[in-house]
């Protein structure tokens, strides 16, 4: 066998083993008894160690020193870059220390949730100062040359180091700042919170689906305590949502956020030279999140968009009877610094990942010690989200990711959003100006928008990375300001109409 047919043969029993990992973990997220967690974990356990061994062995080892330097075609090309990228980083770790991390964050977990659930800071402090220590040196057994924060960063974003960061999330901080100053007076929003019919709700959110393109021979919706998007096959693309929220409005943007998650992992797994391969998905956590986000806030909380479907939206909640289209506009926009990231508005929520993205860089650079983190996490928050903390449950307990051991992960959130923008604006461009894509969204000829992804981002799959999509797609070098100029006219629009 070539080396080429190597390569693509043990990608392939990768890619199997990462779906069947899929299905068992997206069992264990909706249906799974609550008993059956132990074994859930070992037989999860059992394939993620035959997935590492797969992707550390010998033949493809060999396989990709053979093919890195002939000449080849540029999906192969692509393929190889993927395994060797793998190979210099998670790929560098042994067996022991995989293990190791793993038991760690399954304890450091469970010790989250009850310190949540007490409110509890001190009982989870030292799990997560030997977390924090057990990144760190991940870090420095990938490379222990580089920045350890830097070398955990690019894990979820190639390419990404902090300097980049700060260089577009300093402006943003100081753009928003500026717009919140400006959304003064209160919208009347007690309609969002009113009582709703849950199945007249569910079938709304499912034609908003549909409509967007989600096809049910690929893919189906199930209900899930936090809602996800899981691609369990080439063909097996599912979303879960919820119906618990405060508001009924934020049933329609989760299960539309999910759907944008969705749509580009279906997509790039319909491109048949990629499908089935490790590249037949979305490529990046910030690339990602740029897809959902486009759809939920940029599309989804858009006037077009609103205007469009309120006919409909009426007719399934009672409780917009008598409400304008410009009132519901306004309240479904509505601004107000808040305490946790999960419920914040459009405007506040990058500036939540910007106070964790300088919090999390301090803690794995020895800036800040771990016993220090909520007083500084209080401060940033009074700071940065203008928000004053009453306790560390709705402070720096909020979030699970630092206990996954998820540091660097916080910024795809917001790189996510500032790509999105850049993404709208050359959409406008290319269908003919934001006029002609505005009408198209409020007539519900949606396809014209996802014609656009399609072409432009979901069919690349994990073919190039976030930044050469980005220069792909829009022509230049992702930058803040198409975002923050974005965010002051609709903010504008919203305080002022
Ligand atoms: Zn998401």
């Not at 990629?274 to 759809?295: A, D, K, N, P, Y």
């Not at 506040?348 to 301090?362: A, D, G, N, S």
Request: hydrophobic share 40%; net charge negative; charged share 30%.
């Amino acid at each position: 066998m070539n080396a080429r047919d190597k390569l693509y043969g043990i990608d392939s029993r990768i890619v199997t083993l990462r779906d069947a990992i899929a299905v068992l973990s997206f069992d264990e997220e909706t249906v799974m008894p609550s008993s059956a967690g132990e074994e859930r974990g070992e037989q999860i356990a059992l394939l993620s160690g035959m997935m590492h061994d797969m992707a550390t062995s010998d033949e493809l080892k060999e396989a990709v020193a053979t093919l890195k330097d002939s000449p080849m075609d540029e999906v192969t090309a692509a393929l190889v870059r993927h395994h060797e990228r793998f190979l210099k980083t998670e790929g560098a770790l042994d067996r022991r220390f995989v293990e190791a991390e793993a038991k760690l964050l399954a304890r450091s977990r469970s010790a989250w949730v009850e310190a949540r659930r007490h409110d509890d800071w001190a009982s989870f402090a030292p799990v997560l100062e030997e977390v924090v220590a057990m990144e760190r040196e991940k870090a420095g057994i990938i490379d222990g040359h580089r920045d350890a924060y830097d070398t955990l960063l690019d894990l979820y974003e190639e390419g990404m180091n902090s300097e980049m960061v700060s260089s577009v999330f300093d402006p943003l901080e100081e753009s928003i700042h500026r717009i919140m100053d400006r959304c003064t007076g209160d919208i009347p929003s007690a309609f969002m919170y009113a009582p709703y019919d849950r199945d007249r709700l569910h079938a709304l959110c499912m034609s908003i689906i549909r409509r967007m393109g989600y096809d049910e021979s690929r893919g189906m919706v199930s209900i899930s305590a936090h809602p996800f998007t899981s691609m369990l096959g080439r063909d097996d693309v599912r979303i879960t949502t919820r119906y618990d929220d405060p508001s009924w409005f934020d049933s329609i943007s989760t299960i539309v956020h999910e759907c944008g998650h969705a749509l580009y992992d279906m997509h790039a797994a319909g491109n048949t030279a990629i499908r089935g391969t490790s590249l037949g998905c979305g490529v990046s956590m910030s690339l990602h999140e740029s897809q959902s986000r486009f759809w939920e806030n940029m599309i989804l909380r858009s006037y077009p968009f609103i205007k469009g479907i309120y006919p409909k939206l009426v007719e399934s909640v009672d409780a917009l009877r008598g409400v304008g289209v410009d009132d519901f506009y306004r309240a479904l926009n509505r601004s107000c610094p808040s305490a946790i990231r999960v419920n914040a508005d459009e405007l506040t929520y990058p500036l939540h990942v910007i106070m964790r993205f300088r919090l999390e860089k301090m803690l794995i650079c020895g800036d800040l010690a771990v016993g220090d983190l909520p007083e500084a996490w209080n401060r940033m928050s009074r700071e940065t989200v203008r928000y004053d903390v009453e306790s560390d449950r709705e402070g720096c307990l909020q979030d699970v990711h630092w206990a996954e051991g998820l540091f660097g992960y916080f910024p795809s959130y917001a790189l996510g959003s500032i790509a999105a923008a850049a993404f709208y604006d050359a959409m406008a461009r290319d269908v003919g100006g934001p006029r002609a894509l505005e009408s198209a969204i409020e007539e519900g000829r949606w396809d014209v928008v996802t014609r656009w992804q399609d072409e432009h981002v979901w069919s690349y799959g994990g073919m190039y990375d976030f930044a050469t999509i980005v220069e792909k797609a829009t022509g230049r070098a992702l930058d803040v300001e198409c975002y923050t100029t974005y965010l002051a006219d609709k903010y504008s629009s919203v305080y002022n109409r």
